[in-house]
Structure formats: structure tokens, C-alpha cells
């Protein structure tokens, strides 16, 4: 079966940095892709990988590593406002996104 | 201001009543998708147009129907809702000329069947 795995919650200070990992086993591969959703809204598309490596937008970063199934979402200067559910998901061999529940991130003071 | 628009927002509705929840887009996107979102759980593939007159189902077609008559016009319709059709109702869209152009939601529909 297609599986994604992500934290189902972290916490982390204002100001510092958070990491949010996913990992994934899909039926082929076409791309990675971050959406943030803030509690009641839509998702928000932030990044897509398709290759390996790290692409940087702004306060964000996203990871790709094919061969390990694996990737994270960098959160730099974390704001109050990145408070939100960050998903992951990837699109499998027929085009069709796979998604993961979300990681739950609270920012405190 | 291009954009992607879902209505209602909220419904309250009996067991068995037939509904219809409308999505609309000013992209001129010809992709367009129906997700169901419980909280805190994944997004669900129901429905899935790639144009005009054509229209797939996903994972979880959830007893519901869609059309695409028009490239920006993207309804669905639940035949007889039942309370396991309680959930959060995300359209999304995608244009260019790759299935893995990015996904942009509307608001979404969170609907109560009592």
C-alpha cells in the first residue's frame, strides 16, 4: 500500500528553527510536495521537490532524498503566524497526490 | 483577481436530502479535483476532471457524483446524504500542461448531515 508518515504534532519557539520530516513509500514518484493549513482554511502550497536536494524560498526549506523516501520541511525565524498544519504529499506513478494527516505546529512565545 | 470559489461554506442538512456543493475557478484551469478532509486525516481523492466532459473517480467516490460541462464549473452532488458524509469538502485546481502542476484550494464546504 502507499503510505506517508509525519508527526502528528510539534512545538517549537518563536523565533528559533523547526524541522518536519516525512517519509513515504508510494507506487512510483512525481514529485514532493509541502502545503501549509491553517486550522478551518484551505490548503497552501509552499514547495515541491522533484529531485534530490534542498530548495530554499524565503524562510522555508524543503528537502528531497528519493533513494530514502524521504524529505523535511525547514522552518527558519518561526513567526506566530506559521502556527498551522504543515502536509506532505506526494504524487504517485498515475499523477494522483497521496497525502499525509499533517504536522500540527505550535509556535509559543 | 483569479481564484477559486466554493459554495456554501457551511451546511446543515437532514439524512437522505440530495446536495450539491459548487466550485467554480477563474484561472481557466482545466484540471480540477474533490478532496474530503476529516480533522487532523489526510486528504481523500473523491472526484478528478482533466477537462471538459471528462470526469474520474478517486479512492473515494463517497456516493456522490460530479460533471464538467464547463471548463471553470466543477459541482458535486451527494444523491441522499447520510451522517458518514459529514466532513470538510476541498476543491482544488491545477493548470499548465503537466499532471504535476501544483494544486491551488478553494475554501472549502464543511457539511453536517444530522
Known amino acids: 500500500g502507499q503510505n506517508i508518515d509525519q508527526p502528528t504534532e510539534m512545538t517549537a519557539t518563536e523565533g528559533a528553527i523547526v524541522q518536519i520530516n516525512c517519509t513515504y513509500q508510494t507506487s512510483g514518484f512525481n514529485g514532493l510536495f509541502w502545503y501549509q493549513q491553517h486550522a478551518g482554511e484551505a490548503p497552501t502550497f509552499l514547495s515541491y521537490n522533484v529531485l534530490d536536494g534542498l530548495e530554499e524560498k524565503g524562510r522555508f526549506s524543503s528537502f528531497l532524498s528519493r533513494s530514502k523516501g524521504y524529505s523535511y520541511l525547514l522552518l527558519k525565524e518561526l513567526q506566530m503566524k506559521d502556527s498551522a498544519s504543515y502536509l506532505c504529499?506526494?504524487?504517485?506513478?498515475?499523477?494522483?497526490?497521496?497525502w499525509g494527516a499533517g504536522t500540527k505546529l505550535i509556535i509559543k512565545p | 483577481e483569479a481564484d477559486i470559489y466554493q459554495t456554501p461554506r457551511y451546511l446543515v442538512i437532514g439524512t437522505g436530502k440530495k446536495i450539491t456543493l459548487e466550485c467554480s475557478q477563474t484561472?481557466?484551469?482545466?484540471?480540477m479535483y474533490w478532496y474530503q478532509q476529516d480533522p487532523g486525516m489526510e486528504l481523500h481523492l473523491i472526484h478528478y476532471s482533466y477537462g471538459v466532459n471528462s470526469t474520474e473517480k478517486g479512492d473515494l467516490s463517497s456516493e456522490s457524483t460530479v460533471s464538467r460541462i464547463r471548463t471553470e464549473h466543477f459541482p458535486l452532488t451527494l444523491e441522499s446524504a447520510r451522517p458518514s458524509h459529514t466532513s470538510q469538502y476541498l476543491c482544488?485546481?491545477?493548470?499548465?500542461?503537466?499532471?504535476?502542476?501544483?494544486?491551488?484550494f478553494g475554501p472549502g464546504t464543511r457539511l453536517t448531515v444530522l
Open positions: 504529499a506526494v504524487m504517485d506513478s498515475n499523477y494522483q497526490l497521496i
Open positions: 482544488a485546481s491545477s493548470g499548465g500542461q503537466f499532471h504535476t502542476d501544483t494544486q491551488y
Open positions: 484561472m481557466g484551469h482545466d484540471k
